[in-house]
């Protein structure tokens, strides 16, 4: 039986079943990365996967805050990537 995991959203605030939201991982090389592989670990920040939450999570630039991270092209080409998974 798979248990369901809760993690808080970014975007909206409210804790929700993981496998609904988007996950940001900062790696140990120092890149971000969506949905890593449970081998992969690292900080990670969870966001949930409508318009909404994002808009919310890009516009307080959650993952700067959220994740201390500081690489602002690595932010845009995330932020752009999230973007696309909406259109999908
Ligand atoms: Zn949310």
Same mark, same amino acid.
């Given at each position: 039986?798979?248990? $369901?995991?809760?993690?808080? @959203?970014?975007? @909206?605030?409210?804790? !929700?079943?993981?496998?609904?939201?988007? +996950?940001?991982? #900062?790696?140990?090389?120092?890149?971000? #990365? $969506?949905?890593?592989?449970?081998?992969?670990?690292g900080?990670?920040?969870?966001v @949930?996967?409508?318009?909404? @939450?994002?808009?919310?999570?890009? !516009?307080? #630039?959650k993952?700067?805050?959220?994740?201390?991270?500081?690489?602002?092209?690595?932010?845009?080409?995330?932020?752009?990537?999230?973007? +696309?998974?909406?259109?999908?």
């Open positions: 039986m798979n248990k $369901i995991k809760y993690r808080k @959203c970014q975007g @909206c605030l409210e804790i !929700k079943d993981r496998s609904f939201m988007i +996950k940001i991982t #900062k790696l140990n090389n120092g890149l971000l #990365k $969506i949905n890593p592989s449970s081998n992969e670990l900080r990670s920040v969870y @949930c996967k409508n318009s909404e @939450c994002i808009k919310n999570f890009i !516009k307080k #630039k993952i700067k805050t959220a994740l201390k991270y500081s690489n602002h092209t690595e932010i845009e080409r995330i932020e752009e990537e999230i973007k +696309k998974m909406l259109l999908n």
